[in-house]
Each structure stands twice: as C-alpha cells, then as structure tokens.
Nanobody, 120 residues
Framework: QVQLVESGGGLVQAGGSLRLSCAAS????????MGWYRQAPGKQRELVATITSGGSTNYADSVKGRFTISRDNARNTVFLQMSSLKPEDTAVYYC??????????????WGQGTQVTVSS
C-alpha cells in the first residue's frame, strides 16, 4: 500500500511563490518517477513536472523557467518550487508516483490534491 501526502498549497498573489511537498510512504519500489500534475476547473488533468529516481526532469512548456522539481530519495519526498506564479496556474495540484514494474507494466499512485490559487 502506497500513500502520498501533499502539503504547501494556498493563496498567493500573481508574481509570488509557493513550494509544494509530497511525501510517499509504504511499499515503494526503489526506481520510480515522481511528479506533479494539475487540474483547473473544467479542464483535463495535465502534467506539470516529473523527476526520476535518477534525477532526470521533465517540465510542461508552460512552467519551464518558473517551476523547479526536486526530490529527496532518502525521504521519498518530491518538491515543486513555484515562482513567478500566474493566475492561469490556479488549479488543484496532484502528486504522482509511477512505478514501472517492467518495460510494459507501470502503476500510478495519486495524492489527494492540494489547491493552489493565484490572484491577479
């Protein structure tokens, strides 16, 4: 059983910063990818950023240069530092843990989500 617990969301003015954290617990396979997705009202969930256990990162074009993802493998925790926030960043942010059990089999675990609201 894997659990993901997020923290750090809130209300911030445009141009401000927030830092999200997500701690994973349970039976966690050593090699995995952790990341953040977001879903705004009326829109589909979209990728924000991911980071592998080896440290390789991937960002959505809309957040490149403004958001930074990092992780602490010893604590199974992933962080998302968000800067220069815009009103369009307003969404529920979900932590994700993807475990690849083989080349063709993977499984996603999700956190409960944390609200980020950016006021103009």
């Amino acid at each position: 059983q894997v659990q993901l617990v997020e923290s750090g969301g809130g209300l911030v003015q445009a141009g401000g910063s927030l830092r999200l954290s997500c701690a994973a617990s349970g039976s966690i396979f050593r090699f995995n990818t952790m990341g953040w997705y977001r879903q705004a009202p009326g829109k589909q969930r979209e990728l924000v950023a991911t980071i592998t256990s080896g440290g390789s990162t991937n960002y959505a074009d809309s957040v490149k240069g403004r958001f930074t993802i990092s992780r602490d493998n010893a604590r199974n925790t992933v962080f998302l530092q968000m800067s220069s926030l815009k009103p369009e960043d307003t969404a529920v942010y979900y932590c994700n843990l993807r475990v690849a059990y083989s080349a063709s089999v993977s499984f996603d675990y999700w956190g409960q989500g944390t609200q980020v609201t950016v006021s103009s």
